[in-house]
């Protein structure tokens, strides 16, 4: 199937850390992704991670992809008001690198309530 | 200077009428997709085109009929709209040969009543 599963909701204290979890369902996938979305707007990518690699290090951001569980996190040090967001994790089942058949198969999102 | 932008950004109509939704992205891409975000925040691919050609129809009910003038849009054509299909859709476009960053529009807010 296609089933990506999230927690649906995370809350934690400003400056903090926020670990939001993600399990995926095809291991050909070859790149993960982490998205965020405002209230209101479009989905922006925060961050990627090549199938082949363990962790993934981006300023507060560390992604985690634990390959045998098909398990990937997301870490945000030092949570700000501003991260507050509903996050998605998503997978590129097909293995063609790059090609267009590169449909994202989205998880169910985690909302990231960051108190003041 | 907006990458992909869509019109209208909210749209209510009555079910059984026929609308559409226009998609325009400057980023040169070759590859534009629609996806439908329903109440719950589930987000689910629709179509995605690769110059003007469809790629991908994910079971989609022929009610929904994408058109590719040129690669820099896709529109998305609704006929006979349903309550069930109100949802927020988004439309996003990616370069081939990245790791396909897909850079998504705003959305269009659906109601159908």
């Known amino acids: 199937g296609e089933d990506v599963e999230q927690s649906l909701f995370l809350s934690v204290r400003e400056g903090d850390s926020s670990v939001i979890n993600c399990t995926y369902t095809?291991?050909?996938?070859?790149?993960l992704y982490w998205y965020k979305q405002e209230p209101g707007a479009g989905l922006q990518l925060l961050t990627y991670i090549f199938s082949n690699m363990d962790m993934k290090q981006d300023q507060r951001l560390t992604v985690l992809l634990n390959k045998k569980d098909k398990h990937l996190s997301l870490r945000i040090a030092d949570t700000q008001t501003g991260d507050s967001a509903i996050y998605f994790c998503?997978?590129?089942?097909?293995?063609?690198?790059?090609?267009?058949?590169?449909?994202?198969?989205f998880g169910t999102g985690t909302l990231l309530a960051v108190q003041p | 200077d907006t990458a992909v932008s869509q019109t209208p950004k909210y749209l209510v109509t009555q079910m059984g009428n026929d609308k559409s939704i226009k998609c325009e992205q400057n980023?040169?891409?070759?590859?534009m997709y629609w996806y439908k975000q329903d109440s719950k925040k589930f987000l689910k691919i629709m179509f995605s085109y690769n110059n003007k050609e469809l790629i991908i129809n994910e079971t989609v009910p022929n009610r929904f009929s994408p058109k590719s003038p040129d690669k820099a849009h896709l529109n998305l054509h609704i006929n006979s709209l349903e309550l069930g299909d109100s949802a927020v859709y988004f439309c996003?476009?990616?370069?081939?040969?990245?790791?396909?960053?897909?850079?998504f529009g705003p959305g269009t807010r659906l109601t159908v009543l």
């Open positions: 980023l040169g891409h070759d590859t």
């Open positions: 996003a476009s990616s370069q081939p040969g990245h790791y396909n960053e897909q850079f």
């Open positions: 095809d291991s050909s996938s070859t790149y």
């Open positions: 998503a997978e590129s089942p097909n293995p063609y690198y790059g090609g267009a058949t590169n449909k994202l198969i």
